[in-house]
């Protein structure tokens, strides 16, 4: 074939196993029939003007039409762009006005979004749908697509400022697989839930691709339910799914929880942030272990990765750099850092983005001469060689001289047994600089009152890490990756401050 790239899995795997059962749905569809369904779309792609370099996006919730115009783009050595569905049509104007694509596909639901934000060529995924695929032809197309090529345009999360558009070619996302199949056996009889949105690097590089390669079952779920995903488990007999912290934390608190069917599951993966060691504690109860990692869209994902066998020793670690790869802690001089010093976490290697769609600014500032692509991350390596993930560069604030990394607090405030999630940012104190703010959300029954909740971090943190402000609520605002969107905590009015609660004192 003289397609090197994603475009030739398809057709690579449809010739080892057609009979197997690719994706699960609605329906079932085998890798044959899903070959040629990925024909029959490029075709129809092609007719519609879109060839080598041109951008395909699509719109719309975890659907097999997604993964269709995926492959179906990279046949044609286009370039796909998957768009959040979350997003306002605002900012989904902004992401196809930036990248431009030749046609855009969204699935049911989004034409009113796309009337507003695109005039381009439009296919949706509606009832008319699969009589214009079945016109397309089945005749293969083997376009020359050479690895080093882009294969797709990840727009970030997007917490500060405008998103930025983080190429990835597919070589940096068939290494990203190596380093995946390294670290987890996935094999051939895989059964993958997918219910993080594959628009998301992870859910896309991590679960669907692998599991694609090896020829195994991916499951689509179109959004997260908690019983529907119980549901899935126990009836596919679901092997390996990726989830962020919140997704399994909403699963360890629903009350199928004690009760549930979960022999099945052999691989929980998990990333975009870290995973508090309580919730590490409560699935390990239940014989269940995480696969922890560390990366960014700009690493393909995986930058480091913590295999299951080591999952009790270093809870709370993001594990060692991945087989092909490099990771480094640096000081903010340019050199490594010590062991256990926090530094700047630093990646090299194939997995690692070439720069920024159309921005060389962005592009320039990312990466240092030598080729060190710099994450905006704080970690630092253990006497063992595992990273630690401290916190976001910009998350960090500074109290009274003191460094607070928000995400240790975090990690106390959930320990907790009826705290489910906190995010906690650094405000304005007049006379400290900043203290801490944490937002809290509880469980269905309800939680301790704020002192009582700061009185619970004053036996584990020392008191100027302890928030002064506690805000009790519903829920944390998140991007479509599942991060919490800290700029909209920072921005929320301020309560009347409390000399009370000053972090620093009696401090010793």
Not at 166 to 176: E, K, S
Not at 187 to 193: A, D, G, I, M, V
Not at 222 to 251: K, N
Request: hydrophobic share 40%.
């Amino acid at each position: 074939m003289r397609n090197s790239g994603l475009g030739s899995w398809p057709y690579r795997r449809a010739r080892m196993s057609p009979g197997r059962v690719a994706v699960v749905h609605s329906g079932q569809l085998t890798y044959a029939e899903l070959a040629v369904r990925v024909t029959r779309l490029a075709h129809r792609l092609r007719a519609a003007g879109v060839g080598p370099g041109d951008r395909v996006a699509y719109l719309g919730p975890n659907h097999p039409s997604f993964v269709e115009t995926m492959f179906a783009a990279h046949v044609l050595g286009a370039i796909f762009v998957p768009v959040n569905f979350r997003l306002t049509a605002p900012e989904v104007r902004y992401v196809l006005a930036d990248s431009e694509p030749s046609v855009l596909v969204h699935g049911p639901g989004f034409a009113d979004v796309v009337r507003s934000a695109f005039s381009g060529a439009v296919v949706a995924v509606d009832s008319r749908y699969e009589e214009w695929l079945a016109a397309g032809s089945d005749e293969p197309i083997d376009e020359a697509v050479a690895a080093e090529d882009v294969a797709l345009i990840l727009y970030t999360s997007g917490t500060t400022g405008r998103p930025k558009g983080a190429m990835l070619t597919h070589a940096n996302l068939i290494w990203n697989t190596y380093n995946l199949l390294v670290g987890v056996d996935v094999t051939s009889t895989e059964c993958t839930l997918v219910s993080a949105p594959l628009f998301h690097v992870a859910a896309l590089a991590q679960t669907l691709l692998p599991t694609f390669i090896k020829g195994g079952t991916a499951v689509i779920t179109s959004s997260w339910d908690v019983d529907r995903v119980y549901d899935l488990i126990e009836r596919e007999r679901v092997t390996l799914t990726f989830g962020v912290a919140t997704m399994y934390a909403d699963l360890a608190a629903s009350p199928r929880w004690a009760t549930a069917d979960l022999s099945s599951l052999r691989h929980l993966l998990c990333g975009g942030a870290s995973v508090p060691d309580s919730l590490i504690r409560a699935y390990q109860e239940r014989g269940l272990t995480f696969c922890q990692g560390y990366g960014l869209t700009e690493t393909a994902p995986g930058a480091t990765f913590l295999e299951a066998g080591e999952s009790v020793r270093k809870v709370g670690s993001a594990g060692v750099p991945v087989f092909f790869g490099e990771v480094r802690v640096a000081r903010a001089e340019g050199v490594d850092a010590a062991v256990d010093e926090p530094g700047e976490v630093q990646v090299r290697g194939p997995n690692v983005t070439p720069g920024y769609w159309r921005d060389p600014g962005a592009t320039a500032a990312a990466f240092l001469p030598d080729g060190w692509f710099r994450t905006g991350d704080i970690g630092r390596f253990d006497g063992d060689g595992h990273l630690h993930v401290v916190d976001r560069l910009k998350d960090m604030f500074i109290s009274g001289g003191e460094n607070v990394y928000p995400a240790e607090v975090e990690n106390a405030l959930v320990e907790h047994p009826a705290v489910v999630e906190a995010a906690v940012v650094g405000v304005p104190d007049p006379r400290w600089g900043e203290v801490g703010r944490a937002f809290v959300r509880y469980a269905a029954g309800g939680g301790p009152t704020r002192e009582e909740l700061r009185e619970f971090l004053l036996a584990r943190l020392a008191k100027y890490k302890v928030p002064v402000h506690v805000d009790v609520v519903e829920r944390l605002p998140r991007t479509g990756s599942g991060k919490v969107r800290k700029a909209d905590l920072r921005a929320l009015p301020l309560p009347t401050p409390d000399p009370d609660r000053s972090p620093h004192a009696s401090r010793t």
